[in-house]
């Protein structure tokens, strides 16, 4: 069957009942409409060979008309449902809800499918007034008001609301004598569409929609949760469904033995290698290392100070920049160095690095205004200092 989510159209008039308001006119009359609309293609199926089946519902009542929360209308529960005449089966037992049959139907004589338009009369009648019609302290006593047929109180001195003309047909929906209802439900549709066009504004559909969900947002909420709820529980069933056991296990279910015989054995979990223990704790490296590689650092910086030719050799590529970026020497600085050595027969040679690459070995350097100058046999030879990358001493005996 087709799941719906919503409400039967008696939890509908109980919660309207109970909030102390009435069912909208407009809401009323669609919903006896969709009804309508439904029952009028029931009666009229037919068989293989084109002959009627003369299906009757035989109990239209508020318990069997679902309304979704998307405003459709349905009827369900044809479960009594016959395709004859006769509506009583065995003395006594009258098959339908008691207080929505058809005179006919609480006579026990045989019954039509205007036994149905009669019961949704009824439950029209109790959606537009908020009564049931047909209602006393005894079945015996509601027996006997079916059979009478007599619609007291009139719906329009129950309900003030009510449009001029919808009365007449609820009237002639319950109408004692079936020849004097509608004949068919097709037509009862017709009549109640054109009296809903009077009261519906808009599109009837959304409003019922609105309406219920208006009505019933409380109840929406818990109920998506224990949907939500059951569909993870069903999803995690039909997933341990899928897990088959490997090996002998399938062998197992295919013969049909129980599940509980055998229970297969869990794997065992991989026992982790114990690691050697070592005779004695590793050693920690003390402060010599650090001493050996300071001495090996320093030594490295000396020789590139002392053998600027050597740099290139020295120095990895990509920390020669870093070199480059050593302040130029003073030269009052080397000569102030020079002095102090005690080899007076040492002279004092330049290496320059341009900022192009090319290195220069100069004697007798001097400085003058913003270049490095030195004296040669062609003449004095200067280079700016904005050319120079870096400018080395080296000492030659």
Not at 163 to 169: H, I, N, V, Y
């Amino acid at each position: 069957m087709e799941y719906i989510r919503g409400k039967d159209l008696k939890a509908i008039l109980k919660k309207v009942r109970l909030e102390r308001r009435k069912l909208p006119v407009a809401i009323a009359v669609f919903i006896a409409k969709e009804v309508a609309t439904a029952l009028g293609y029931a009666h009229k199926q037919k068989d293989n060979t084109g002959n009627d089946l003369n299906i009757i519902h035989r109990d239209i009542s508020p318990q069997n008309i679902l309304v979704s929360y998307e405003g459709e209308v349905k009827i369900v529960d044809f479960g009594i449902a016959k395709a004859s005449t006769h509506s009583k089966t065995t003395t006594g037992m009258l098959k339908g809800k008691l207080s929505y049959m058809s005179p006919e139907q609480a006579w026990g004589k045989p019954v039509d499918h205007r036994s149905d338009i009669f019961s949704l009369g009824v439950v029209l009648y109790e959606m537009l007034t908020g009564r049931k019609l047909f209602q006393e302290d005894s079945e015996v006593g509601t027996l006997e008001m079916i059979r009478k047929a007599r619609i007291e109180p009139l719906p329009s001195a129950v309900n003030m609301d009510l449009p001029s003309g919808l009365e007449a047909k609820v009237l002639k929906a319950l109408a004692r004598e079936a020849s004097e209802r509608y004949q068919n439900a097709s037509d009862m549709e017709l009549d109640l569409w054109g009296a809903s066009v009077n009261v519906l504004d808009g599109n009837p559909v959304l409003a019922l929609k609105q309406y219920m969900n208006d009505l019933f947002r409380s109840e929406m909420e818990s109920e998506r949760m224990a949907e939500k709820i059951v569909s993870l529980k069903l999803e995690k069933e039909l997933t341990a469904g899928k897990e088959e056991p490997a090996g002998e296990n399938k062998s197992y279910i295919a013969y049909g033995t129980s599940s509980e015989s055998y229970k297969p054995e869990k794997p065992k979990k991989k026992e982790k290698p114990v690691k050697p223990v070592r005779a004695s704790m590793p050693r920690r490296r003390g402060c010599c290392s650090c001493i050996i590689f300071l001495a090996l650092a320093v030594s490295i910086i000396a020789g590139v100070f002392l053998f600027p030719s050597y740099k290139d050799k020295i120095i990895p590529s990509f920390s020669q920049e870093w070199f480059k970026k050593i302040p130029s020497i003073n030269l009052k600085t080397l000569k102030s160095w020079i002095g102090k050595t005690d080899t007076p027969s040492e002279s004092l040679d330049i290496a320059i690095t341009l900022k192009s690459g090319r290195k220069l070995f100069w004697s007798n350097y001097f400085e003058e205004a913003d270049s490095y100058c030195t004296q040669k046999d062609e003449g004095k030879v200067c280079i700016p200092k904005d050319d120079v990358a870096a400018i080395y001493s080296v000492r030659k005996p």
